[in-house]
């Protein structure tokens, strides 16, 4: 991901991850989505699609959105390449799961970002990110 922003209190070349705080900030945005999902009912669809101890879900994202935000390439070093749609092509994923993920990620950005720019940028390609992950047709969409 490269965005580059005006922010009074960052240079323009500043990274995501630089605008959002660095590693406590990302890892705190992490804790905070799945800590929503867990407790949102209408999450239900994309919380069954993991395990149900979060913490290894919580590391993955952490170390994958740390890189993808311009920081520390910490999933990359330790599984290669993220592959991210095939490395989801186990789980069912549609329109319902990609929009209960981004609802979860919206409040979480929402309750950890302060800078409303950055917050809106990470919204618009996170839902790009989440839709890009669907792999199965919706039931009320006809099979073409």
Known sequence: MNMSTN???????????????GETAVRHLVNRFYAL??????????RRLHPQDLAGS?????????GWLGGPQLFIEKYGHPRLRQRHLPFAIGTDEA???????????AETTT?????????????????HMRNRQDQDTPVA
């Open 7 to 21: 922010n009074n209190a960052s240079p323009i070349d500043a990274t995501p991850y630089a605008l959002l705080g």
């Open 58 to 66: 919580e590391e993955k994202l952490f170390m994958f959105l740390s």
């Open 37 to 46: 999902m867990d407790i949102r009912p209408e999450a239900q669809g994309i």
């Open 115 to 131: 800078n409303e720019a950055l917050r809106a940028q990470l919204g618009i390609a996170l839902t790009e990110l989440a839709l």
């Open 99 to 109: 929009s209960q993920w981004m609802d979860c990620m919206r409040q979480a950005l």
